[in-house]
T-cell receptor
Framework: GDSVIQMQGQVTLSENDFLFINCTYS??????LFWYVQYSGEGPQLLLQ?????NKGSSRGFEATYDKGTTSFHLQKTSVQEIDSAVYYC?????????????FGAGTRLAVCP | GPKVLQIPSHQIIDMGQMVTLNCDPV?????FYWYKQILGQQMEFLVN????????KSKLFKDQFSVERPDGSYFTLKIQPTALEDSAVYFC????????????FGEGTRLSVL
């Protein structure tokens, strides 16, 4: 069945460090891929999405490339700030035969120290 | 920007009682969703809803669960009767279409079943 794997449960960085959060997915066909960010006490907010394989999405300095070959959608940011501390969820939807049902990964908690 | 509002933010209820979680989706959105997140775990799809009907539901959407949206009012999730394992945060989401459009999430209702 469909699945999204985020191996890193927690990432701790200092300000201005490089961020890399791993995400791989498993499904048939060509899903749409998303990164959502959830700040403490809030609902998940869309960070970026990519619909087409081999395209890159970017927002607020974050970027992720939809790599169909490795079935990956890793999230990167060159220089993190303390305000980036949150939980990041990789997710996918499969519009073919599905009404926008999202499958989420387990989430990666990012803590950025000043 | 547009928001999905969820009422209440926290609900405490005794096992076996009925509970209704309310969601006020974005006004021009047509597709509505409920997701469940048990503390420390990933968000899981429960159900999506369009044009007065359930389009898809997961195995987590037990017989005790029901959803509805009477004309123009709240999109509701009702659980009757509640069980201890229903304790979780329930997130409502909505979207204008289902094709490659990221759902917009509310802040969640924390349900505690005692």
């Amino acid at each position: 069945g469909d699945s999204v794997i985020q191996m890193q449960g927690q990432v701790t960085l200092s300000e201005n460090d490089f961020l890399f959060i791993n995400c791989t997915y498993s499904t048939t066909g060509y899903p749409t891929l998303f990164w959502y960010v959830q700040y403490s006490g809030e609902g998940p907010q869309l960070l970026l999405q990519v619909t087409t394989a081999n395209n890159k999405g970017s927002s607020r300095g974050f970027e992720a490339t939809y790599d169909k070959g490795t079935t990956s959608f890793h999230l990167q940011k060159t220089s993190v700030q303390e305000i980036d501390s949150a939980v990041y969820y990789c997710a996918m939807s499969h519009p073919s035969g599905s009404f926008n049902k999202l499958t989420f990964g387990a989430g990666t908690r990012l803590a950025v120290c000043p | 920007g547009p928001k999905v509002l969820q009422i209440p933010s926290h609900q405490i209820i005794d096992m076996g009682q009925m509970v209704t979680l309310n969601c006020d989706p974005v006004s021009n959105h047509l597709y509505f969703y409920w997701y469940k997140q048990i503390l420390g775990q990933q968000m899981e799809f429960l159900v999506n809803f369009y044009n007065g009907k359930v389009m898809e539901k997961s195995k987590l959407f037990k017989d005790q669960f029901s959803v509805e949206r009477p004309d123009g009012s709240y999109f509701t999730l009702k659980i009757q009767p509640t069980a201890l394992e229903d304790s979780a945060v329930y997130f409502c989401a909505s979207s204008l279409s289902y094709n490659n459009q990221a759902p917009l999430f509310g802040e969640g209702t924390r349900l505690s079943v005692l």
